[in-house]
């Protein structure tokens, strides 16, 4: 048996291609914040909760979640008397189309001291955008929120559960993307804190309940244009079989 002559032999050439039946990924991205912010504590069994619903559903959403018979929680907030507003910025690692943006979180509002008037969570405004630079910002998510929340006249706590989910067809690419959420009050004569809670309870009695933190779910297909680099790889260039593929 004769045999093939060393000088003459070719690797075996991979096919590139592109996996349509993947389901992608759910990028979990905490809302997490201390810096220039205060703190103050919650007590679940005392406050009153609200969960925001869509079209008188309960929305859900694929989220981490532990249980704990806890019955404190965390509000970070800009200081007293002040309506918190704060934008995180995150830089995905790769380009990826984005199909669906969630956000999930927990916002609250505490009378810490009750003169007179009412004190309520008026609305709550989320938004999130592709930072384009001196090419402008493509928005993904903007929203106002009413949690429909009740008035407070004595020194109590409120907090509102939003899941506000968006279906979206945007291209994530090399660019940093901002989270913006900011908290708007109506408020009489005392003093408050309002913000976010990062680590929130679905409800108040003092049991083993769900617990969940405060984050922004995208939900990624990876993108073509994140192979680029490995196709136009000077060591792959002769790996590769580009037969019937147009680059």
Known sequence: MSQIPRDSFRPALIKPTFNVGDYGHDVIIPLNCITGSATTTLTPSSATFVQVLEDSRVPVDEVNQFITDSDKMELVHAGNDTDFDTTWEWLPDMSFQAYKASFCLAVA????????GNFAIS???????????????????DKIINPGMANM????E???????????????ADKSVSMQVKVNTTSGSGTYQCGIVPLYCYFGSAVPKTWTTSS??????ADLAHAFPIFRDEDNMNMLDRSGIGL
Not at 133 to 138: L, P, Y
Not at 153 to 156: H, I, N, P
Not at 216 to 221: F, G, L, N
Request: glycine fraction near 8%; charged fraction near 15%; charge should be neutral.
């Open 123 to 141: 609305s709550v405004q989320l938004t999130m955008k592709s930072i384009g630079g001196g090419e402008g910002d493509d928005i993904i998510v």
């Open 153 to 156: 006249t004595s020194a109590t």
């Open 158 to 172: 409120q907090v509102a559960i939003l899941n506000v989910d968006t279906k979206t067809s945007a291209k994530i």
């Open 216 to 221: 922004v779910v995208v939900h990624a297909h």
């Open 109 to 116: 509002m505490k009378v810490s001291a009750y003169t007179s």
